[in-house]
């Protein structure tokens, strides 16, 4: 009996995916001068032969002065058009053409840190102020200690202007004309994990009283706006989606998110992905300083392996014609065949066994092999001796980051990935 995995997928733009698996978003750290290079280019041709659905891409950065890594690719200045900045679109169409070079679609995340910019990445200067809708600073903890680390690698966040935010929407704008030219098939909104999208959408982090907050709708207003602005200027059939958070809300804000969903799904979405975390509580890593306290997942969705199905399958039951993409936690073909048999979600996300096997859709989808042997379990990532005093939720995060990133760079340097030692 074929996979469902197996089956295509068409987004409301047109875009049809040849199967539901797609490659997830990680960070690659290749793009040494914050512009798409060879290497990044031959590690994405990897996955281009490997038999997926869909490839996006890791963070392009909308603005190179706020960086989420330092060695994010990024839009270093204002984007004009193909024919002005014609350098600029061969260079990025030498990254989307490696992507789709076996005809699977490619889609870029672009993104915008926000208040979670370190000060070491970006052109702005290590003590020059972050963006954000509120100034509210970054936090891993209540402890003297904990607040040092803070403040040591994140600078105080400003209170966005009108005018900050008019140009940040028209940066994501550029930034997704720029993809379209460049011959992406589409872009995603990363509006989860933390980034600006996300604390824009957040009432923790958005205390704002003007038209950008106070409400649920309010709160949407600026990811409303950067969707309706890039619709006037990609083709029909550019795929535009959107990353959003799962894990990061109450009993008391579901109802806010919900609402929020709906007017993303109103305004004509073509995707959605659901995931979680950030860096101050990085579930997305399968870490979390609240895990010990957190409420114990069910037996049904630890069988499932998704850490967000249960959010996703809500999601699916409110908007059945939304499509959905549910990442994080999948590493067997019967875990992911069965988030699809529930209707939890129409595409599955596949990070860091990607990042080992680019081929890893071609043992899911390979009938001649049992479910026993279509799987790729991955022990955590080792951390450094010397860490061990700092906060273990994000040591732990960037240890399973960074490490998955130098997988990266070897498929880039033609070097086999080798996964986490038993």
Same mark, same amino acid.
């Given at each position: 009996m074929p996979s469902p995995l197996a089956d295509p *997928?068409?987004? #409301?733009?047109?875009?049809v995916l040849p199967n539901r698996l797609s490659k997830a978003a990680m960070a690659e750290m290749i793009a040494k001068t914050n512009q798409p290079t060879n290497t990044l280019a031959d590690a994405y041709g990897q996955w281009s032969d490997g038999g997926w659905g869909s490839i996006l891409t890791g963070n392009v950065q909308v603005d190179v002065n706020h960086m989420g890594s330092p060695f994010d690719p990024a839009l270093h200045n204002e984007y004009k058009d193909s024919k002005t900045n014609s350098a600029l679109v061969a260079q990025w169409k030498v990254y989307a053409d490696a992507c789709q070079k076996h005809g699977t679609p490619a889609i870029a995340q672009i993104c915008h840190p926000g208040r979670q910019s370190f000060r070491v990445a970006g052109h702005r200067g290590m003590f020059a102020q972050t963006l954000a809708p509120s100034a509210v600073p970054m936090s891993v903890g209540d402890s003297y200690f904990q607040s040092m680390i803070a403040c040591m690698v994140w600078s105080k966040p400003k209170e966005m202007t009108t005018q900050d935010i008019e140009r940040v929407i028209r940066q994501? *704008?550029?930034?997704?004309?720029?993809?379209?030219?460049?011959?992406?098939?589409g872009i995603e909104l990363h509006g989860a994990h933390g980034y600006l999208i996300d604390q824009f959408l957040n009432s923790k982090t958005n205390l704002r009283t003007d038209a950008y907050g106070g409400t649920p709708e309010k709160r949407a207003r600026f990811i409303l706006e950067i969707l309706s602005q890039t619709r006037k200027v990609v083709p029909a059939t550019f795929a535009i989606g959107i990353k959003l958070n799962s894990a990061d809300h109450s009993s008391a804000t579901f109802e806010e998110t919900m609402t929020q969903i709906a007017l993303l799904a109103e305004a004509g979405i073509d995707f959605m992905e659901i995931s979680g975390g950030s860096y101050e509580d990085p579930k997305m890593?399968?870490?979390g300083k609240a895990n010990a306290a957190a409420a114990p997942k069910s037996s049904r969705t630890a069988a499932r392996e998704a850490f967000f199905l249960e959010f996703s399958k809500e999601v699916r039951q409110?908007? #059945?014609g939304l499509v959905l993409m549910l990442t994080g936690g999948f590493r067997t073909r019967a875990g992911a065949e069965a988030a699809i048999r529930d209707n939890a979600c129409d595409l599955v996300g596949i990070g860091r066994p990607a990042a080992i096997d680019p081929k890893f859709p071609r043992l899911l989808l390979d009938e001649s092999v049992g479910d026993d042997e279509?799987?790729?379990?991955?022990n955590k990532a080792p951390v450094p001796w010397y860490t061990r005093f700092l906060p273990l939720?994000?040591?732990g995060a960037g240890a399973e980051s960074t490490y998955y990133a130098t997988q990266i760079q070897r498929l880039g340097k033609g070097i086999v990935a080798i996964a986490p030692p038993w």
């Open positions: *997928v068409k987004l #409301p733009c047109g875009l994501f *704008v550029d930034t997704a004309r720029l993809m379209a030219d460049a011959g992406f098939s890593m399968g870490y409110r908007h #059945p279509a799987q790729m379990p991955l939720h994000l040591i």
